[in-house]
């Protein structure tokens, strides 16, 4: 098992930054893989980011690509997303979650362990 605590939301104006913080306890984050998803009303659930247990690899949607970045620090259990160039459609509810590393078994999917969420608005 391993719990999720994400930290860092709240409100911005567009065009401003927010950093994200997802702290594991448990077991070692290093573990797994790490994404970032984002969930607005009345909108699907969306992955933002994903970063492996190595760090080496790094997925972003479309929409985020060259303003969002995620990184991690193992030794500090800690994934971060940093977010810059704001915007509206970014408002929602952010999730962090952790995806087992198996071997074999892609670094990318579904994931086993999910946070609360925190919240990101973006005004106009």
């Known amino acids: 098992q391993v719990q999720l605590v994400e930290s860092g939301g709240g409100l911005v104006q567009a065009g401003g930054s927010l950093r994200l913080s997802c702290a594991a306890s448990?077991?070692?984050?290093?573990?797994?893989?790490i994404g970032w998803l984002r969930q607005a009303p009345g909108k699907e659930r969306e992955s933002v980011a994903a970063?492996?247990?190595?760090?080496?690899?790094?997925y972003y949607v479309d929409s985020v690509k060259g303003r969002f970045t995620i990184s991690r620090e193992n030794a500090k259990n800690t994934v971060y997303l940093q977010m810059n160039s704001l915007k509206p459609e970014d408002t929602a509810v952010y999730y962090c979650?952790?995806?087992?590393?198996?071997?074999?078994?892609?670094?990318?999917?579904?994931?086993?362990?999910w946070g609360q969420g925190t919240q990101v608005t973006v005004s106009s």
């Open positions: 448990g077991r070692t984050v290093s573990r797994f893989t």
């Open positions: 979650a952790a995806r087992t590393v198996v071997a074999g078994k892609p670094w990318l999917g579904e994931y086993d362990y």
């Open positions: 970063i492996s247990w190595s760090g080496a690899n790094t």
